[in-house]
């Protein structure tokens, strides 16, 4: 949080942080930032955004999570953004990902060009318990500089957060009405593993890439799994009773 919020100063004019009552620091923190800080309760990524979105009072926002923080490079090139007015109505910006002590350039982590710089009246935020993504009314033009992400302090939280998400994963599959068979969780993770490591370069990225593609293939086993699992709670024949 504190780095993400020093990286905007002296590029963003109006600071706003939206906290789901954290009950560590955040708080403290952010109002040494900003007088900007509000307090509501956790619904989804897209709604929480969109909620930040209706307090902003500038024509432009840029949109930033608390483990981001801006690129000198990005800084720079949304500083001259400034002085200009652009035409199209958002920019798009690639993320890329610290973890486990180096910069990921591979394993379907990067570019992982993401929109986040927009003009308010021309996009709203779309998505559901997991994702989140921009619609824009307008051309999204491309920066070169990077938004950096440091998504995970360790393993432990990568893991934590693979298992969240694949039970989420597996709520929306089942949502749509969707089945999991054998060959799914046989050979679905290997596959998820071999297309992060050998497909998408993993390799070029050492360790971290190894685990990468572990996680992935983790990510792919539990959800098919789990989504197994809910579809057998919801047929099962209860036995007659004798």
């Not at 926002?61 to 400034?82: C, H, T, Y």
Request: aromatic fraction near 12%; charge should be positive; glycine fraction near 8%.
């Amino acid at each position: 949080m504190v780095a993400a919020l020093w990286s905007l100063s002296g590029v963003a004019d109006e600071v706003i942080v939206v906290d789901c009552f954290s009950t560590d620091h955040t708080l403290k923190v952010a109002r040494r930032h900003t007088q900007h800080v509000f307090e509501r309760k956790w619904t989804d990524f897209a709604d929480q955004k969109n909620y930040a979105a209706g307090l902003v009072s500038r024509p432009w926002i840029l949109s930033v999570d608390a483990d981001e923080r801006l690129s000198p490079e990005l800084r720079e090139e949304l500083a001259a953004l400034k002085l200009s007015e652009p035409g199209c109505a958002a920019f798009s910006m690639p993320r890329r990902a610290w973890y486990l002590g180096r910069w990921v350039r591979h394993s379907g982590w990067y570019p992982d060009r993401r929109v986040r710089l927009y003009k308010k009246d021309r996009a709203r935020w779309e998505g559901d318990l997991i994702h989140e993504r921009l619609a824009v009314n307008g051309a999204v033009e491309r920066l070169s500089g990077e938004l950096h992400h440091f998504p995970f302090a360790g393993v432990a939280e990568h893991a934590a957060r693979v298992n969240e998400f694949s039970g989420l994963e597996a709520q929306k599959l089942y949502a749509a009405g969707r089945k999991a068979g054998w060959r799914h969780v046989v050979c679905g993770p290997p596959a998820a593993a071999l297309r992060s490591y050998f497909l998408k370069l993993g390799f070029l990225d050492g360790f971290p890439g190894l685990v990468i593609a572990g996680m992935e293939a983790c990510r792919v086993f539990l959800m098919f799994a789990k989504l197994k699992e809910i579809w057998r709670k919801g047929e099962r024949i209860e036995p007659f009773p004798y």
